[in-house]
């Protein structure tokens, strides 16, 4: 069952009905957040009841927000593995080092988490057409839980998405829009034609349940490693939903009693070329501002611009954590390392988190007898032209 008790917004703090569908809070525009009642879930709720539950996300049902198990929409998305990265440690003289491979979700990324829960829930509360504006994986992650929830699903994405995108959403049967510009402009077409059409919006921190499939892999983390939770995540931070999905779920499984205050310094990393965040912390800023002229061959790094940059600084700042940026070469090279010596086929978004990791142990932030745990989250499949150095021989 579900402990879901109410939505909270992460701004102005009033509270809404969770049984009622809602986008962002009404007072202030800003992100709402499902809270549980976590008491209650921890009298008859323990971390060891979760042996023997099937290995998806939603072995962590009572702290998601679908009611009825007959509305979830699963295709076996979570519990990925998190590999001892040995080679890659060894380069970095670092005993510790892992790798969560989000890629082996299904659709390739870790994008399959938050709209496997966003789909159900909205399917619960009775959705029957849903919208998204997307960089690449998003698009068809929604594309393909709605084939399997049978609900028309329309994405909008950049015109020039890589190709492998487009292809997937279209495959799953989504209606495929493309649009000139960035994310931020596909974002506010879908949302002005997702309005007149009576489609419900599923962007980035625009309504609060892709949030919740997100926060599964903070969960994951702890139960992989003991219940303990690492030193350092290095995190690619495109909306970051992700990073504050996982913060989230450290304060859950504080107040269940499944782990203690600890908590990991949290480190967003950005490309040089779209970095708002970076930019932010820099400077002491309490949110982003758009960035302009936004370029990266990270698809999932093209973010010019997030409604939960807030949120992101301030769990970057209460962790002691840092805001990293990498250049596209930087990226790519880190990229190929960690296919070639790992064996995991890394997204450029998965390429930049090794980076920005080499510089924090170059500069002394991060030790070597740290438990750091770096996210690839996804597939490097999506991106054949990244992947491959130009000096790769090719089909001989």
């Known amino acids: 069952m579900s402990y879901l008790s ?37 009298e008859a709720w323990s971390r060891h009841s979760l042996l023997g539950r099937a290995r998806t996300l939603w072995r962590y049902a009572e702290v998601l927000p679908v009611e ?37 979700n299904p ?18 509360l009775g959705i029957d057409g849903v919208v998204i504006p997307s960089a690449g994986n998003a698009g068809g992650a929604l594309a ?50 997702g309005a007149q059409e009576g489609w419900f919006n599923m962007a980035t921190l625009k309504e609060p349940y892709r949030l919740e499939g997100k926060k599964t892999m903070g969960y994951e983390l702890a139960e992989t490693l003991g219940w303990r939770l690492p030193d350092v995540i290095v995190y690619p931070t495109g909306g970051g939903t992700g990073l504050i999905g ?53 698809a999932g790094l093209r973010v010019p611009s997030t409604p939960g940059s807030c949120l992101v600084l301030e769990i970057l700042r209460a962790s002691g954590g840092a805001a990293v940026s990498v250049t596209d070469d930087e990226l790519t090279a880190a990229q190929s390392r960690m296919t070639r010596l790992e064996g995991v086929f890394a997204c450029p978004e998965g390429g930049a988190a090794l980076a920005a990791l080499e510089k924090l142990v170059g500069n002394g932030r991060v030790q070597a007898n740290e438990t750091v745990v770096l996210f690839n989250t996804g597939t490097g499949l999506k991106y054949p032209n990244a992947a491959v150095p130009s000096d790769a021989a090719r089909r001989r």
């Open 68 to 104: 009825r198990q007959e509305y979830q929409i699963s295709l076996g998305e979570g519990c990925t593995p998190l590999i001892r990265a040995g080679h890659l440690g060894e380069l970095l003289g670092m005993d510790r080092l892992y790798l969560k491979d989000e890629s082996l």
């Open 6 to 42: 109410f939505l909270e917004c992460s701004c102005c703090g009033r509270l809404y009905d969770a049984r009622e569908l809602h986008t962002v809070c009404p007072a202030c525009a800003k992100p709402l957040l499902a809270r549980y009642d976590l008491l209650r879930a921890s």
């Open 144 to 193: 393909a839980y709605a084939a399997r929830a049978q609900v028309p699903a329309h994405v909008f994405m950049p015109r020039d998405v890589p190709e492998a995108f487009l292809v997937e959403c279209l495959a799953y049967g989504a209606r495929v829009t493309l649009v000139d510009g960035l994310i931020n402009d596909c974002g506010r077409v879908a949302a002005e034609i």
């Open 246 to 298: 996982m913060w989230k779920a450290f304060d859950e499984m504080e107040e269940l009693g499944w782990i203690g205050p600890e908590r990991p310094r949290m480190v967003a990393v950005q490309a040089e070329g779209c970095a708002p965040i970076v930019l932010a912390f820099e400077t002491g800023s309490e949110s982003a501002l758009p960035w302009p002229d936004a370029h990266t061959i990270a």
């Open 107 to 124: 659709t390739g990324s870790f994008k399959a988490r938050g709209l496997s829960v966003a789909v159900s829930r909205a399917r619960e």
